[in-house]
T-cell receptor
C-alpha cells in the first residue's frame, strides 16, 4: 500500500511552545486530514484540507495542503497540557488504502508536553 | 447524535473462536470502514462499504468478513480468530469518500 512519512515521531516540548509536524508522500493525494488520538480513544478529526495550497485554521491549530499535493503540515501554537496525544496525518486519493475509498495514515507524532 | 459507536469495547478470544464486532452510525453516512491499529503500523484498512448491501476489500482483508445489511450498521466478523488478529479495531463513516469520523474502538486480544 501507499506510505506516508510523518515526522517527527515524537516531540517533547514545554507548555506554551509552538509545535510543527509534517507528512510527506511519494504519491499525490486529493485530500489531507489531520487527526488527534487520546489514549484509549478513537482518532478525532482536527482539520480537513481539500485543495492544493489551502491553509486552514481551527483555533490554535493551522494546517496546510502542499502545492505539490504530496505533503502537508500541522502547526499548534502556544501548546497546553490537553494537546498531549498522538497526531496522525491521513491522505485520500485514488490509490490510497488498498482501495478507492480508504485513507492512508502516517504512523503518528507523539506529543508530550512538560509543564 | 451519538456519531459512530462500537460494541463491544473489549473482548478476549481463544484461538479458533469466532466473533462479530458491531459498528453503528447515526449520521446517515453512505460510506463505512473497518480499520485495525497496531503499534508502529498506524491504521490499516480492512474492509469498507460504499452503501447498504455493498462491501469491498481494503489493504488487509484476510481472516475477516463484513456485512452491511442496513445503512447505519457495519459488522466485522472473525470466523476463526488467530493471535495475529490481536489489535485495536476502529470503525469509521463518511458522507463522501474522504472526511471520515471514527468510533471509540474495540480492543481485541486473541490468546
Amino acid at each position: 500500500g501507499q506510505q506516508l512519512n510523518q515526522s517527527p515521531q515524537s516531540m517533547f516540548i514545554q507548555e506554551g511552545e509552538d509545535v510543527s509536524m509534517n507528512c510527506t508522500s511519494s504519491s499525490i493525494f486529493n485530500t489531507w486530514l489531520w487527526y488527534k488520538q487520546d489514549p484509549g480513544e478513537g482518532p478525532v478529526l482536527l482539520i480537513a484540507l481539500y485543495k492544493a495550497g489551502e491553509l486552514t485554521s481551527n483555533g490554535r491549530l493551522t494546517a496546510q495542503f502542499g502545492i505539490t499535493r504530496k505533503d502537508s503540515f500541522l502547526n499548534i501554537s502556544a501548546s497546553i497540557p490537553s494537546d498531549v496525544g498522538i497526531y496522525f496525518c491521513a491522505g485520500h486519493g485514488m490509490y490510497s488504502g488498498g482501495g478507492a475509498d480508504g485513507l492512508t495514515f502516517g504512523k503518528g507524532t507523539h506529543l508530550i508536553i512538560q509543564p | 447524535n451519538a456519531g459512530v459507536t462500537q460494541t463491544p469495547k473489549f473482548r478476549v478470544l481463544k484461538t479458533g473462536q469466532s466473533m462479530t464486532l458491531l459498528c453503528a452510525q447515526d449520521m446517515n453516512h453512505e460510506y463505512m470502514y473497518w480499520y485495525r491499529q497496531d503499534p508502529g503500523m498506524g491504521l490499516r484498512l480492512i474492509h469498507y462499504s460504499v452503501g447498504e448491501g455493498t462491501t469491498a476489500k481494503g489493504e488487509v482483508p484476510d481472516g475477516y468478513n463484513v456485512s452491511r445489511l442496513k445503512k447505519q450498521n457495519f459488522l466485522l466478523g472473525l470466523e476463526s480468530a488467530a493471535p495475529s488478529q490481536t489489535s485495536v479495531y476502529f470503525c469509521a463513516s463518511s458522507l463522501w469518500t474522504d472526511t471520515q469520523y471514527f468510533g471509540p474502538g474495540t480492543r481485541l486480544t486473541v490468546l
